[in-house]
């Protein structure tokens, strides 16, 4: 069972970038798909990005492809999310979810439905000001 705890959240500028971290523990982080979901005030959890366990493959939200990346470093069993060109409809909580996939090289299906993961994190806040 891995546990995820989430970094890297925080106030920025409009236009900014942040990258934030999600780093596992207690489990083969190379085991385990990973997603990233945000939730904004009085809005449903919104899928952002899945990848897979060998990093080899992700799939992106059509709307926030080419602004967001995905990325992961299984020596360091983390995971990354790079935002570029925020703005204030990007303030929400950032969370990372886990799930145990058989290929290596497989996006979790549905990627975008949070009941796909079996594992999340706390989430770390984003405020994004104008």
């Known amino acids: 069972q891995v546990q995820l705890v989430e970094s890297g959240g925080g106030l920025v500028q409009a236009g900014g970038s942040l990258r934030l971290s999600c780093a596992g523990s207690?489990?083969?982080?190379?085991?385990?798909?990973m997603g990233w979901f945000r939730q904004a005030p009085g809005k449903e959890r919104e899928f952002l990005a899945a990848?897979?366990?060998?990093?080899?493959?992700?799939y992106y939200l059509e709307s926030v492809k080419g602004r967001i990346t995905i990325s992961r470093l299984n020596a360091a069993n983390t995971v990354y999310l790079q935002m570029n060109s925020l703005t204030p409809e990007d303030t929400a909580v950032y969370s990372c979810?886990?799930?145990?996939?058989?290929?290596?090289?497989?996006?979790?299906?549905?990627?975008?439905?949070?009941?796909?993961?079996?594992?999340w994190g706390q989430g770390t806040q984003v405020t994004v000001s104008s």
């Open positions: 979810a886990a799930v145990r996939t058989f290929s290596p090289a497989g996006i979790p299906q549905p990627s975008q439905q949070p009941s796909t993961y079996s594992y």
């Open positions: 207690g489990g083969t982080f190379s085991d385990y798909a």
């Open positions: 990848i897979s366990r060998n990093g080899q493959n992700s």
